[in-house]
């Protein structure tokens, strides 16, 4: 795609919400089958096509790494998310890219999750995000491309923004 499609097939949406603020809202959700047997939690792929990932324990919590870990579901959401959003900015951008890639690291003591220390965090204490881009654009405009794809990408910006998360018993 170049960035005349990209801005004519958006175009109309942003119109749509400068007139229509109301609009733009929208809510996502994700709903899971606990399995108690195998301790994990069963989603659906996100093509919704009925096939579904079994979540569950990663090897250092005891896991047998058959499962996915929902800790590096959340890398690869980071990382499709970035990925997209730089596809977006720089096809935008008219920058021509000959390949690009983006790795999530996350580090976490699982001593937290296993409930084996008190002081130590559970989860990832720090993330990295690493790109890797083939191009020849100027160095000034491959950070602007960086810039502007931590600026939009929604699971980055949920990360490490101020969404407000609760829990509630439904039923």
């Not at 324990?57 to 998310?81: D, F, K, R, T, Y």
């Not at 020849?136 to 600026?151: G, I």
């Amino acid at each position: 795609m170049d960035s005349s499609t990209l801005r004519a097939v958006q175009a109309p949406v942003k119109q749509l919400y400068q007139n229509h603020p109301d609009a733009g809202l929208a809510e996502l959700s994700a709903e899971g089958h606990v399995d108690f047997e195998r301790i994990g939690c069963h989603v659906p792929l996100l093509t919704n096509n009925g096939h579904r990932i079994l979540a569950g324990l990663h090897p250092a919590a005891g896991g047998n790494g058959m499962a996915a870990c929902s800790g590096e579901m959340l890398l690869q959401a980071l990382v499709s998310c970035a990925g997209t959003t730089l596809a977006a900015v720089a096809v935008s951008m008219g920058l021509q890219m000959q390949a690009a890639t983006v790795k999530a690291v996350g580090r976490m003591d699982f001593r937290g999750t296993m409930g084996v220390s008190r002081e130590t965090p559970v989860g990832m204490t720090d993330i990295q995000l690493l790109f890797s881009l083939q191009t020849d654009a100027p160095k000034d405009t491959v950070s602007k491309l960086v810039q502007l794809t931590e600026r939009y990408c929604v699971v980055l910006r949920t990360l490490t923004g101020d969404c407000t998360v609760r829990s509630e018993i439904i039923s």
